[in-house]
């Protein structure tokens, strides 16, 4: 792992309208000097949450050029080759993945899916927020991880780690 180039990451979702979309935004907003952030889902809804794209845009992470869209496209020829593939949800870790094209080191990151909130606006909104945050976390743990210093086989435990260490502590 000691390219020094930009490392292109995968977030997979089942619908990519939420979870999978904050990724995207968040390690773009946080990181985009040493990494590409892309999302995608199994069975991918029409567009992303309106609750999603609220809070990105109360964070002050551009919104633009986001949108749903199948984990197809990154299994193409002529796609960008993938080198982290992180799953935030626990339906699109148990199905079955496309190949993908230089083996990219994976990792389930499992967070609780806020489109499902019940309730007021505000508690969906705060459903968002949480999921958010969580990933936030866990993305600037994993953005600040020595690539340079780490083999793959060293970076993939450290992706694991992340995703146990924060679900561990509730966050």
Same mark, same amino acid.
């Given at each position: 792992?000691?390219?020094?180039?930009?490392?292109?990451?995968?977030?997979?979702?089942?619908?990519?309208?939420?979870?999978?979309?904050?990724?995207?935004?968040?390690?773009?907003?946080?990181?985009?000097?040493?990494?590409?952030?892309?999302?995608?889902?199994?069975?991918?809804?029409?567009?992303?949450?309106?609750?999603?794209?609220?809070?990105?845009?109360?964070?002050?992470?551009?919104?633009?050029? =986001?949108?749903?869209?199948?984990?197809?496209?990154?299994?193409?020829?002529?796609?960008?080759?993938?080198?982290?593939?992180?799953?935030?949800?626990?339906?699109?870790?148990?199905?079955?993945?496309?190949?993908?094209?230089?083996?990219?080191?994976?990792?389930?990151?499992?967070?609780?899916?806020?489109?499902?909130?019940?309730?007021?606006?505000?508690?969906?909104?705060?459903?968002?927020?949480?999921?958010?945050?969580?990933?936030?976390?866990?993305?600037?743990?994993?953005?600040?991880?020595?690539?340079?210093? =780490?083999?793959?086989?060293?970076?993939?435990?450290?992706?694991?780690?992340?995703?146990?260490?924060?679900?561990?502590?509730?966050?």
């Amino acid at each position: 792992m000691t390219e020094h180039r930009k490392y292109n990451v995968l977030f997979l979702c089942t619908h990519n309208s939420a979870r999978s979309i904050l990724a995207e935004a968040a390690l773009s907003d946080l990181a985009s000097d040493r990494f590409v952030g892309y999302s995608a889902g199994s069975h991918p809804g029409t567009s992303p949450n309106p609750f999603a794209l609220e809070l990105l845009g109360s964070q002050g992470i551009p919104t633009e050029g =986001l949108r749903s869209k199948s984990w197809d496209e990154f299994a193409k020829d002529g796609a960008p080759e993938i080198d982290f593939i992180f799953t935030v949800c626990d339906n699109a870790a148990g199905e079955v993945c496309p190949i993908w094209p230089g083996h990219p080191a994976k990792a389930h990151w499992g967070v609780a899916d806020p489109s499902t909130a019940e309730g007021s606006d505000e508690e969906k909104r705060k459903a968002f927020l949480r999921a958010f945050v969580q990933m936030r976390k866990r993305i600037e743990l994993f953005a600040s991880l020595p690539f340079e210093k =780490l083999d793959r086989i060293a970076v993939q435990k450290e992706m694991q780690n992340i995703g146990t260490l924060l679900r561990d502590k509730g966050e």
